[in-house]
């Protein structure tokens, strides 16, 4: 299938590494040019090499800015900066660091503060500046959230807290803006084996006692399919809720979970 998104120009926050680095690629391998934005200078070259050398793609392809989610001032900045170096924009992708694994009575309201600004001021702010240009070229949002928000668990208070609101935006906008031909979703990531899911799989083996291996098994047994999700494929699902190809689908969420979510409805 072709998606369409030849020359189109995409932003994707927070991405670096794991996937939203694997979004970015994915983007340019269907021929956008990209720009990434993370905290870090030196991560976002390094991933803006691999993502050359990976798609063999011209230097122009793939670019970035430095952008630190927390602080306001930033997003903003980056975000205009991406959309001038693009010459607009057609597609945004917010995506977020995912906060400390915590229980609640060990958790500070400046933690709270933290996260809030993190990911869902964080991902207000860049829907903000980038709709204009949106609307210009009756584009599209496309927000990651993690599964996990669907379903609240123990430990997971400052995502859980402030994820849902990203679903709420995503529905708002969704209606607000779909009459400029802005289409606003979601794509929930679960069981995807990026870098951050590889430290949980660590880190369930400490606390257990058990080997990784045994760690890694359990979270595949969370799943009706026999093996964690890549990176790519969940990059490849984004790219099409973003593309022309998904041109009725807006105010949706969109889980690429393996399954893991198991409600009807």
Not at 74 to 85: G, H, K, L, P, Q
């Amino acid at each position: 299938m072709d998606l369409e998104l030849g020359g189109s120009r995409v932003y994707v926050t927070a991405a670096s590494g794991g996937i939203g680095r694997a979004v970015a690629e994915a983007f340019v391998r269907e021929g956008a040019r990209v720009v990434v934005s993370s905290r870090d200078p030196d991560n976002l070259q390094e991933a803006a090499r691999s993502i050359r050398a990976a798609t063999e793609c011209d230097d122009d392809a793939i670019d970035w800015v430095v952008c630190d989610l927390t602080d306001e001032a930033a997003v903003r900045t980056a975000t205009d900066d991406a959309m001038d170096r693009l010459g607009g924009l057609d597609v945004l992708v917010t995506n977020h660091g995912g906060p400390a694994t915590t229980r609640f009575p060990d958790l500070s309201i400046n933690a709270f503060d933290d996260a809030y600004r993190g990911i869902l001021r964080s991902t207000i702010l860049t829907c903000e500046r980038a709709l204009p240009a949106l609307c210009e070229s009756t584009g599209a949002i496309t927000n990651l959230v993690a599964a996990s928000a669907l379903e609240p668990s123990a430990g997971g208070a400052l995502g859980n807290v402030f994820r849902p609101g990203i679903y709420g935006l995503s529905k708002v906008l969704a209606e607000e803006y779909g009459e400029d031909g802005v289409r606003v979703n979601c794509v929930s990531p679960r069981g995807v084996m990026s870098e951050r899911i590889e430290n949980k799989i660590s880190e369930l083996a400490d606390r257990e006692g058990i080997s990784e291996r045994e760690a890694r098994r359990r979270r595949v047994a969370e799943l009706p399919l026999e093996d964690l999700g890549t990176p790519s494929a969940f990059a490849r699902a984004v790219a099409f809720l973003s593309s022309p190809a998904a041109e009725y689908i807006t105010g949706s969420i969109l889980p690429v979970d393996g399954g893991w979510h198991r409600h009807a409805f």
